[in-house]
């Protein structure tokens, strides 16, 4: 019996596990943004010291699971599970990351929506009782993602307003039986939708849709309403998908109001950096949770957070053939209250 199971898409953890601990990376142009203090570490080196970008999200990756085990206080001994993925072909950056640590490894791939995706995740194997410990973890870098699904750097190919700057960072966090925390209490696994839109430079209307369709569902699941939470977080939709999100709901007559923004525009500076509509990338919720979202509800500035991760699930092929852009969106209700 599937006694977690809450309406159609959604969980409720009878024994809510616990964000115990969690870790950021950030690189220049992210440091350079509104959250730079929350972050644990930056780079100016978009290299990180390594001969190619894509071993810098690599590395990355390694220096986001070592700074979160230190403050922790845990060795990979420690941990039972890793579900980690990223955006480059095969998830490379996450199984070269996690090579030779023994740790046991299971690889996702849910585009931007991969910090949300592992988080939930580990929040089932945890409170499934398949383990005591879970690490949810992901990456992205500008550099290996323009060289992957548009154009090599050097081409100089114009960025049109509609495009977002694929964030360079990396986030982890430690999901666990006991401890104390920020509590994922509730989750909506996300279906995949499909409007049509062909334009790799516009993610935001691509993703927009499922975010939509997921929230609707999270709600209706859990019998809630957007006034259920401090605050809403997409990410990332960008300037363009927020929009979006916000217009489908004022059409159905439920304003998501002040509480609801985007990770890709708490990331940049839009005024300031040239991010044009905004962050993107799986770094991009991932640094915004692990760096600043969950110190917020540690310092109990925020109670309740729904965090809703968006991915676009296209590939080169895909783009190449001339496919349309299928999204998903997945929440995760993380709350800092007790039961």
Known sequence: MATHKRGKCSF???HPPVITAWSSIAGKKESEGPLRDWFDHWNTDTYFGEPSWEKAECRMQELALESLLKKAGKTPKDIDLVFSGDLLN??????????????PA?????ACSTMAES??????????????RAVAMTSSHFATSERQYRYPLGYGGQRPPTAQWTTTGSGAALVCATGSGPKIEAATIGTIRDLGITDANNMGAAM??????TLIQHF???????????????GDLGAVGREIVLEQFRLQGVPLGDNYNDCGLLLFDRQRQDVHSGGSGCGCSAIVLCGYLLEQMRFGKIKH?????????????SVQQGESIP???HAVSITMEEE
């Open 208 to 213: 927009a849709p499922a975010a939509v369709e």
């Open 327 to 329: 999204g998903v969106c």
């Open 220 to 234: 209706e699941d859990l019998h809630r309403s957007p006034e259920d939470y401090d605050l809403i977080v997409t």
């Open 12 to 14: 409720q953890p009878r």
């Open 90 to 103: 095969q998830c490379i950056s996450s199984s070269f990351a996690l090579r030779n640590t023994g740790l």
């Open 305 to 317: 957070l729904l965090f809703c991760g968006t991915g676009a699930l296209l590939s080169p092929t």
């Open 119 to 132: 988080l939930l995740l580990s929040a089932m194997a945890v409170s499934g009782g398949f383990a005591e």
């Open 106 to 110: 299971l690889g996702l791939y849910g």
